[in-house]
C-alpha cells in the first residue's frame, strides 16, 4: 500500500516539477520476471523509472543506505534491499534471481554507478548475468534530460529484449559482454536531447 501510494505522490510531483514525456510503458510485459535496465546519470533516476511502470520495481542499493533504522524501513517498503558493492555479494545475487523467477521486475543500472552526460564509464556484465541465470527478458530504458527544476524529460522504455540464443551456450566473460553491450546500444540509440 505503502508503495502504491508513493508511486502515485511522485508521479503528481514529477508532474508539477518537470516537463515530463513518457514512451513505451506498454512494452513492460504484464507478467513475469523482467529486468527494467538504465542509463544512470542521477541520483532520481531509480525513481523515475520505476514510477512510470505498470508494476512495482524492485532495486538493489547499497547496504550503507539501510544502516539507519528509518532508511531501512523506508527503503525495504520501497522494495529495495541491500548490496556490498565492495564484494561479489551471493547475497544479494541470489536474492536477485530469486525474485524474478518468482515474476517480479528488478531495476538495474549496467554501468553500476552514476555517469554524468559526456562521461564514458563502461558497463558491466551483471545485468547479462541476471537475465541469463533468472531466463528473463530485459527492457531497456533510455532516461534523457537532466532532473532539475521545470526541465524537460523523457523516459523510453524499449522493447524487450531476449537472449535465447544464450541459453544453451556456456557463458563466458565473451558471452556476457555480448549481451551487455546489446542493451546498452538499445539504451543509447534511444536516448534524444531534450
Not at 34 to 45: E, G, K, M, R, T
Not at 176 to 189: Q, V
Request: charged content about 20%.
Amino acid at each position: 500500500m505503502f508503495y502504491k501510494i508513493s508511486k502515485i505522490v511522485l508521479r503528481v510531483l514529477y508532474k508539477i516539477l518537470f516537463r515530463m514525456s513518457i514512451e513505451g510503458n506498454e512494452n513492460i510485459p504484464k507478467q513475469g520476471g523482467v529486468i527494467l535496465c538504465a542509463n544512470h546519470s542521477s541520483n532520481f533516476d531509480p525513481v523515475t523509472m520505476g514510477i512510470y511502470s505498470n508494476r512495482a520495481v524492485h532495486y538493489m542499493a547499497k547496504k550503507e543506505l539501510f544502516q539507519n533504522q528509518f532508511m531501512y524501513w523506508l527503503l525495504t517498503a520501497l522494495y529495495a534491499f541491500p548490496v556490498d558493492r565492495s564484494t561479489a555479494d551471493m547475497t544479494a545475487f541470489k536474492n536477485a534471481v530469486k525474485l524474478l523467477k518468482q515474476g517480479h521486475i528488478i531495476g538495474m543500472f549496467a554501468q553500476g554507478t552514476r555517469v554524468k552526460e559526456g562521461e564514458e564509464k563502461a558497463a558491466k556484465a551483471g545485468v547479462a548475468l541476471f537475465a541469463t541465470k533468472a531466463n528473463v527478458p530485459v527492457v531497456p530504458v533510455a532516461i534523457s534530460g537532466s532532473c532539475k527544476p521545470f526541465t524537460k524529460m523523457k523516459i523510453v522504455y524499449g522493447k524487450p529484449l531476449y537472449f535465447e540464443e544464450y541459453r544453451q551456450k556456456r557463458l563466458n566473460t565473451e558471452s556476457l559482454n555480448e549481451i551487455t553491450n546489446k542493451i546498452m546500444n538499445e539504451i543509447n540509440d534511444m536516448k534524444v536531447e531534450v
